[in-house]
């Protein structure tokens, strides 16, 4: 059963500072991994999606990279701001079981920068 | 703006009443999924519909009813809740069931009083 590890759960940084996020599964056997932002109440948006043939991604001040193998994705933000405050969310979609996988999400980690 | 949306985005009902959930993509995608986040905990997948079929009920209790009229549409129907089922509840699409990045709509907020 794939289990999705995102630690610490919450973490709060002074503006400008560049942080990374972390995320770790227990089975290497993925089709993709997807990172998601949520603000409170909200939906979830997605920001990266990482299929399992490649290494990482990146949007604008937003990388993420995968390493299969290990079971670690990390997302790292750039020159962070308050507006990156929100709860983001590692989810990784497995290959067994086939068309009936499902994305198996962390807890997520909830970010708070200050001014 | 994701390409999946929902109405209402808030809603509060009484246990005796019924009520419809909708949600709507605008992606052409084939599967379908509806998942329940209550506070501090993490997302429950609740139902999957791929090309108009369910192909998975996760032990939802039965007051919770879903449709899936069309690719692009899927209903969650309410009856007789319990204060409990107050949570925002998630719509999300999906290209192809199992493969693709999952796209969510922007949540119900459901308060059951």
């Known amino acids: 059963k794939q289990e999705v590890t995102q630690i610490p759960a919450a973490l709060s940084v002074p503006e400008g500072e560049n942080l990374v996020l972390n995320c770790s599964f227990t089975d290497s056997a993925i089709y993709n991994l997807q990172w998601f932002r949520q603000d409170p109440g909200k939906g979830l948006t997605s920001l990266l999606l990482i299929q399992s043939s490649q290494r990482e991604q990146t949007s604008g001040r937003l990388n993420a990279s995968l390493d299969k193998s290990s079971g670690r994705s990390t997302l790292y933000i750039a020159a962070s701001q308050p507006g990156d405050s929100a709860t983001y969310l590692c989810?990784?979609?497995?290959?067994?079981?086939?068309?009936?996988?499902?994305?198996?999400f962390g807890k997520g980690i909830t970010l708070s920068v200050r001014p | 703006e994701t390409g999946v949306t929902q109405t209402p985005r808030h809603l509060v009902m009484g246990m005796t009443n019924k009520k419809s959930l909708k949600c709507e993509q605008h992606l052409g995608h084939n599967a379908m999924y509806w998942y329940k986040q209550s506070a501090k905990k993490p997302l429950e997948l609740m139902f999957v519909?791929?090309?108009?079929?369910?192909?998975e009920n996760n032990s939802v209790p039965s007051r919770f009813s879903p449709e899936c009229p069309n690719s692009s549409h899927l209903f969650l129907h309410l009856h007789t809740l319990q204060p409990e089922d107050s949570a925002l509840y998630l719509c999300?699409?999906?290209?192809?069931?199992?493969?693709?990045?999952?796209?969510f709509g922007p949540g119900t907020r459901l308060t059951v009083t």
């Open positions: 519909y791929n090309f108009k079929e369910q192909t």
């Open positions: 999300a699409s999906r290209r192809e069931l199992g493969k693709g990045g999952q796209y």
């Open positions: 989810a990784v979609l497995s290959s067994r079981g086939g068309a009936n996988s499902k994305l198996t």
